[in-house]
């Protein structure tokens, strides 16, 4: 079945540093990928998305690329803030033979800006 | 409201009682989700409704869990004869369409603790 196999934290930078954060995937066919964040003491969102290969996710000067060659959806922001503490999970539909629909998770990266 | 609302946003509880959970979906939105929260296992989907049927129930742990969505709305997820393992932060998600590129909008969740 789908997997996500996501860089695990917790990741400490300081502000304006470089983040980025891994994510590979193992899935039937091509589908839509996604990254979510979760701030403290909030609920899960969506950051962005990309829906077919070589689509370029953005958002809030996060990217992520859609590569197929390497089965990746690395996360990026050029100059991170102390607002973009959080945790962050990448995630893929995965569709089972009796009808369901779900979403399957990498396990989170919790990162940490520190000023 | 706007989103996705969820009730309670705490619940505690002893072990051996039955609790119920609910999920308010956003207004229109036919498919909701019902995903788990805990800190050994990461972010786990539970169940799917698609209007009032839910397809595969498979992704529910054991069969102390059941769910119900009535009206194509609200959706109580109801544990009975609750358990330690069973503490977790239990979320609730809707969407406009099941497709893989729809996006799911997360309510804040319900943190169940199991004494």
């Known amino acids: 079945g789908n997997s996500v196999t996501q860089m695990e934290g917790p990741v400490t930078l300081s502000e304006e540093a470089f983040l980025t954060i891994n994510c590979t995937y193992t899935?039937?066919?091509?589908?839509?990928l996604f990254w979510y964040v979760q701030y403290p003491g909030e609920g899960l969102q969506l950051l962005l998305k990309a829906t077919k290969a070589d689509d370029k996710g953005s958002n809030k000067g996060f990217e992520a690329t859609y590569r197929k060659e390497t089965t990746s959806f690395h996360l990026e922001k050029g100059s991170v803030q102390v607002s973009d503490s959080a945790v962050y999970f990448c995630?893929?539909?995965?569709?089972?033979?009796?009808?369901?629909?779900?979403?399957?998770f990498g396990k989170g990266t919790k990162l940490s800006v520190i000023p | 409201g706007a989103g996705v609302s969820q009730s309670p946003s705490n619940k505690v509880t002893e072990k051996g009682k039955d609790v119920e959970l609910r999920c308010d979906p956003i207004?229109?939105?036919?498919?909701l989700y019902w995903y788990r929260q805990s800190l050994g296992q990461g972010l786990e989907f539970l169940i799917y409704?698609?209007?009032?049927?839910?397809?595969?129930k498979s992704g529910l742990p054991s069969d102390r869990f059941s769910a119900e969505r009535t009206g194509g709305s609200v959706s109580t997820l109801t544990i009975q004869r609750t358990q330690q393992e069973d503490s977790a932060v239990y979320l609730c998600?809707?969407?406009?369409?099941?497709?893989?590129?729809?996006?799911?909008?997360f309510g804040p969740g319900t943190r169940l603790t199991v004494l």
């Open positions: 995630a893929l539909p995965t569709y089972s033979g009796a009808g369901s629909y779900q979403l399957t």
């Open positions: 207004s229109g939105h036919t498919a």
């Open positions: 409704f698609q209007g009032n049927s839910a397809p595969d």
């Open positions: 998600a809707s969407s406009l369409e099941v497709a893989g590129g729809g996006e799911q909008f």
């Open positions: 899935a039937t066919g091509y589908p839509s």
